[in-house]
């Protein structure tokens, strides 16, 4: 059973930081290449954080460039999105999606949310 499970959300302020996990299960974790979504209030899902197919180079959007650290751990079978320096802007629901290197196939958890808040 293919199973994206992420976990590390929560409720902080301004300034400071969380850490995504999302644990997969289910695929041949290499035969993907991992991605973070955001989706907020009113506005689509938005990418945020993405590897490459060809030659696995992380991207991240402009808007969190320089706060946000995406990792792999291919021995865990998980992806990380560090966070720091939150916004409120940062607030939402956190996807990670499993694209594969080979098909159109796109493979999703359940998302956790971020609030960020005074």
């Known amino acids: 059973q293919v199973q994206l499970v992420e976990s590390g959300g929560g409720s902080v302020q301004p300034g400071e930081s969380l850490r995504l996990s999302c644990a997969v299960t289910?695929?041949?974790?290499?035969?993907?290449?991992m991605q973070w979504y955001r989706q907020t209030p009113g506005k689509e899902r938005e990418r945020v954080v993405y590897t490459s197919r060809i030659g696995s180079r992380i991207v991240y959007d402009d808007s969190v460039k320089g706060r946000f650290t995406f990792s792999r751990d291919n021995a865990k079978n998980t992806v990380y999105l560090q966070m720091t320096g939150l916004k409120p802007e940062d607030t939402g629901i956190y996807y990670c999606s499993a694209l594969s290197r080979y098909s159109s196939d796109q493979l999703w958890g359940q998302g956790t949310q971020v609030t960020v808040t005074t």
């Open positions: 289910g695929i041949t974790f290499s035969d993907y290449v």
